[in-house]
């Protein structure tokens, strides 16, 4: 671990995200000095795994003594949390001008689907408010505290916050993209689309080849690699010169027995894979022929 330097930082509700965050910073040198939940027990916890910063709850007047707040609880508890937390630092920093008790402070948040102004309490009271999302995936801490590094952030706000934002991320060795204040559900939806929708495709797919034989260790690997390289495929080529499959081949035949399968196994997915084949044609640029969203009563495989 670097030696500690810069401003106090203040974790406020670490969960998976705050807590691999917090452990990657405190790793790179920033003084993580107070570790902050509603339970003392989950402070504590997340102590450990991050390996500094004094246990408290969000009730404590201690946390006045940090000039960094980073705000990682759940979405639905960014507003009543900075509420919160704005009601305790003026409580205990009471004296001066209310608009001005939090400047040279900074409050991000982490949430992609709200922007900085969920953090409106503390900007009230003079502090530099602004998020700080990792466009990444993290399923657990210990995963988080891997893969948050060198990954691909995004930073909106109040300038001397998005600056903040800025330097963690180089210290993380990753890219900050900053992004529209007012468009940050568009923004969280394109990671939705291809995030958890992709888990849940992914799922379903494993039953179908589970169906055909394959152990599930196996399944997920194969889905695994597949996926892996289609991935890797669009990264380089963009979506239409990475279509492979039946719809961009002209391959009716098949998609008709794909939805007579689908009927047959699993028809809540008949729905969902109609949407998809819609956007695959759209993207290849093909006409299907007529009749090619009827199904027959044939039973067919
Ligand atoms: N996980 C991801 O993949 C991911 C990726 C990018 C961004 N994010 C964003 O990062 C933030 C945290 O997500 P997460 O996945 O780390 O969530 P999480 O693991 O569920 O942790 C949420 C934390 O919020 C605390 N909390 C919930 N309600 C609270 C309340 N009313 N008052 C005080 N604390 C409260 C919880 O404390 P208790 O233990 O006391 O319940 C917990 O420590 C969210 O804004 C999320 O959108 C998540």
Known sequence: MRPRVG?????????????????????????????????????????????CGRVVTL????????????LTVADRALQPVAKQLADLLARSLGVG??????????F?????????????????????VGSLHPFQTVPSAEQGAKNLLRTFWTTEGDPSACRLARGWVRLLKGKIVRIRSDRKTLYHLSAFLVCPTL???????????EAVGAPTRVARQMLGAFVGETVKNFVAFGGRRSLTGPASRGDWDVIRRHRQELRRRAPDLLPVY??????????????????IWKLSNKVVG
């Open 7 to 51: 401003p106090s930082v203040a974790i406020i509700g670490p969960g998976r995200v705050g807590q691999a965050l917090a452990k990657l910073l405190a790793g790179a040198g920033v003084r993580v000095d107070f570790v902050a939940a509603r339970r003392v027990g989950r402070a504590r916890r997340a102590q450990k795994f991050i390996g």
């Open 59 to 70: 009730t404590d007047p201690a946390l006045a003594r940090a000039s960094v707040f980073v």
């Open 97 to 106: 001008r209310r608009s001005k008790l939090l400047a040279g402070r900074v």
């Open 108 to 128: 991000l948040h982490t949430c992609g689907s709200l922007d900085a102004r969920v953090l409106k309490p503390l900007a009230r009271l003079g502090g530099a």
């Open 199 to 209: 888990v849940a495709l992914m799922e379903r797919a494993t039953g179908f080849l």
């Open 274 to 291: 109609d949407s998809l084949l819609r956007e695959i044609l759209h993207l290849a640029g093909k006409q299907p022929p007529p009749g």
